[in-house]
């Protein structure tokens, strides 16, 4: 498929999905206590990393189902978002719960490979919503 028929086919398909109103309400993953940890990771990042893992949670939030490289993922209903920031990658692992996207953890990434310890704390938190 040549370039231009590629850019009319995604107009149509954005398109489609804009004026059917579908998209996915972002929540955040709440604790027994109260607390929402996604949402305390975010206030605590610089305003720059922020607007980037916002940007990024939007473009799932309304492209969703979407894939790599902005999406991957990691188990059954459980996928990872993939930010770029300058200098370094932060990681917000989510689930779908019917309408809704829920930010279950985020942490900046430190090595080539997803921590085990981000990675079974998301988890245990998507079991814990299961419940």
């Given at each position: ?10 107009q149509?398909?954005?398109t ?17 206590s ?29 492209g969703w189902?979407i894939g790599?490289?902005?999406?991957r ?13 300058d200098?370094?990658?932060?990681r ?24 085990q310890a ?14």
């Amino acid at each position: 498929m040549d370039e231009s028929k590629a850019c009319i086919t995604y107009q149509i398909w954005y398109t489609l999905r804009r004026d059917a109103d579908m998209f996915l309400e972002v929540v955040f993953y709440r604790t027994e206590s109260g607390n929402e940890p996604v949402r305390a990771w975010l206030q605590a990042l610089s305003k720059q990393h922020k607007k980037a893992i916002g940007g990024d949670i939007k473009t799932v939030q309304y492209g969703w189902p979407i894939g790599m490289p902005v999406v991957r993922k990691m188990d059954p209903g459980l996928w990872e978002i993939r930010c770029r920031l300058d200098k370094g990658i932060a990681r917000v692992l989510f689930t779908v719960k019917g309408e809704q996207m829920v930010l279950l953890h985020g942490f900046i990434k430190k090595s080539q490979k997803t921590p085990q310890a981000d990675l079974q704390l998301a988890r245990d938190r998507k079991a814990n919503l299961e419940k």
